[in-house]
């Protein structure tokens, strides 16, 4: 019987020492093990502008993964080592994994945690305190810990537990056409922008709205300058700039083989 996220969590924890998150697409925590961060972040996060900073550190390695599709190690501003590798659902990126919250016995690493601490806790017992309730592990045993991270992560991929909810590919991708019509789109660039292969964007988008992304560009740029045909006096030509057709040729060509009739016919026949 398959591991439920939350048990494949623990057991990582148990074996690590390490905190495991699981975050959305779009970042925002929804499983946590164990549920609080180590008391020492909890104090650092207390603070307001180092909260910030602390999410800064994060959403940056996030965006990273996102871009690379591979797993991104680093410091961050309190001295805390922490990953982050990719989560996928067939094909799509759908979320992400992240461990920390672990120390590096390093001097560098340790005074760059002491220093944190000291500008929140001035007691230097209770200093010591927490940094010796955080896990320590050498450079070595964060890279085998990491590793087993992503065999982690590829287990939830193969077994399909992190859907990526409302926000799915095609949604996504029917979004980007819906705000960027007037611009120059290609299949490539939507791959690009969504971090997708072609075939993965294609099979999903023809699913979920019954067309081609090309076809629904198409009917987007149509009722835009539909629109601008019934409300605007506006030349034909920045219509067809407007909405994202090369020129006014093809413009026409598009229009009339979606309505029947020519942009000029169309706007005698509707203009308010």
Do not use: W
Request: hydrophobic share 35%; charged share 30%.
């Amino acid at each position: 019987m398959a591991l439920e996220l939350i048990d494949v969590m623990r057991e990582l924890y148990n074996l690590s020492g390490f905190r495991i998150t699981v975050h959305d697409i779009d970042f925002k925590e929804i499983y946590a093990y164990p549920k609080e961060p180590q008391p020492y972040c909890r104090l650092i996060r207390a603070d307001k502008d180092d909260f910030s900073r602390c999410k800064e550190c994060d959403y940056a390695a996030f965006k990273q993964v996102k871009e690379t599709g591979e797993a991104c190690v680093y410091c961050c501003h309190a001295g805390l080592n922490e990953a982050v590798v990719p989560i996928y659902t067939f094909g799509i990126l759908s979320g992400y994994m992240m461990m920390g919250q672990t120390l590096d016995p390093t001097v560098a690493n340790l005074d760059h945690a002491r220093d944190a601490i000291r500008k929140v806790v001035p007691d230097p017992k209770k200093q010591k305190e927490l940094l010796d309730m955080l896990p320590m592990r050498s450079a070595d045993q964060i890279r085998s810990c990491i590793a087993i991270m992503q065999v982690c992560a590829e287990y939830i991929t193969l077994t399909n537990q992190l859907r990526s909810g409302e926000r799915d590919l095609a949604t996504q991708a029917r979004e980007f056409l819906d705000e960027n019509y007037s611009g120059k789109i290609t299949l490539e660039l939507l791959c690009e922008t969504l971090y997708c292969s072609r075939a993965t964007l294609t099979g999903a988008f023809r699913a979920a709205h019954g067309c081609s992304v090309g076809e629904y560009l198409s009917n987007v740029r149509v009722k835009a300058a539909q629109e601008l045909l019934e409300n605007t006096g506006i030349s034909l030509d920045d219509i067809a700039a407007r909405c994202g057709f090369s020129d006014r040729g093809y413009f026409a060509k598009v229009f009339k083989r979606h309505c029947g009739e020519t942009p000029g016919e169309y706007r005698d026949k509707h203009k308010k």
